[in-house]
């Protein structure tokens, strides 16, 4: 599967960056936690030069901790500093602004030493679509100075933010890569509304998801939908079931299969379907893309 998603305003948006690179202090780079691994945006070292980046994963509210934390503790590993927040109870928002003053210290130690004044830091916040960049902003302001919504492509343009008297930080729509080309970021990214439902059929996402489900969390299956085996030869018979469970049924009788596709997606991003990460870590493997295939 290779999926070709890369709105023009996307190209835009890293031509933008490119040329306003040199202003900025520090990267906010915002991940789901549920996917830290697929909604990483794949060419972002290549237009952020060598700025320092804070990894800031959200929706730790709904993902399974312990897998989550084996990509937290790679990337850590690896020299970048991770800060897992829960934006819905406004938890370990404070520690952004701690570790972000921390390397400010270090950067503004050298501007000192140069002769040049202190000034507030300036960060870039960028990411995925729909990772809850625009709710970070919102928390870390302390009142709502970015639109907030549940689909990708709400903001639309850089855009400078004054978070307090210490940062300001220059928000950025929603981006991707050119090309993905790996089925399961493909689906991982599907599955949790990143990339827009039209791009990958709704039933194949959901199909993704029950055997994802079915595969690291099957007690969720029984709780959410009283199903204790998927029979992947005949997929349809769990959706009759779960469409009967949920009263989905149209005209004759008949399930109505694009509503049972729907709820499930539904189910799975609002935390329905149990905590889950989707990306697995793999310890012992070098290559970051090999392991979430194994």
């Keep these: ?6 709105p023009g305003h996307m190209a835009k948006t890293k031509r933008l960056i490119k040329e306003k690179i040199s202003l900025i202090d520090i990267i906010y780079e915002v991940v789901d936690a ?3 691994f697929s909604s990483r945006v794949k060419d972002i070292d290549d237009y952020i030069k060598n700025k320092p980046k804070i990894i800031i994963m959200t929706k730790i509210d709904l ?18 500093e991770v800060v897992k927040v829960d934006l ?12 972000t003053n921390k390397i400010s210290n270090q950067i ?26 625009s709710t970070l902003i919102n928390r870390l302001a302390g009142k709502k100075v970015a639109a907030v919504g549940n689909k990708p492509g709400i903001t639309k343009g850089l855009e400078w933010i004054r978070i307090n008297k210490e940062i300001e930080m220059m928000d950025s729509p929603g981006i991707l ?10 689906f991982n990214l599907a599955a949790l509304s990143i990339i827009k439902e039209e791009i990958i059929p709704i039933d194949e996402v959901s199909v993704y998801i ?18 204790s085996e998927i029979d992947y030869e ?28 729907s709820s499930i997606v539904k189910d799975l991003n609002e935390g329905k379907l149990g905590v889950i990460t989707f990306d697995r870590f793999v310890e012992g493997v070098k290559n970051e893309k090999e392991n979430i295939f194994n």
């Design 1 to 6: 599967m290779s999926i070709n998603w890369y």
């Design 34 to 36: 549920r996917i830290p």
């Design 63 to 80: 993902c399974d901790l312990r897998e989550t934390d084996k990509w937290v503790k790679h990337y850590q590993t690896n020299g970048i």
């Design 88 to 99: 819905k109870r406004n938890i370990n928002i404070e520690e952004i602004i701690k570790v």
């Design 108 to 133: 503004f130690e050298k501007r000192t030493q140069k002769g040049l004044q202190k000034r507030a830091t300036r960060a870039l916040i960028m990411g995925a679509p729909n990772v809850g960049k």
């Design 177 to 186: 890569w050119p090309k993905i080309d790996n089925e399961q970021t493909g």
């Design 210 to 227: 029950l055997k994802m489900i079915n595969k690291y969390y099957s007690r969720y299956l029984k709780e959410r939908y009283d199903i």
């Design 234 to 261: 005949n997929i349809y018979i769990t959706f009759e079931h779960i469409g009967k469970k949920r009263g989905y049924i149209i005209k004759g009788g008949q399930i109505d299969y694009l509503k049972v596709s």
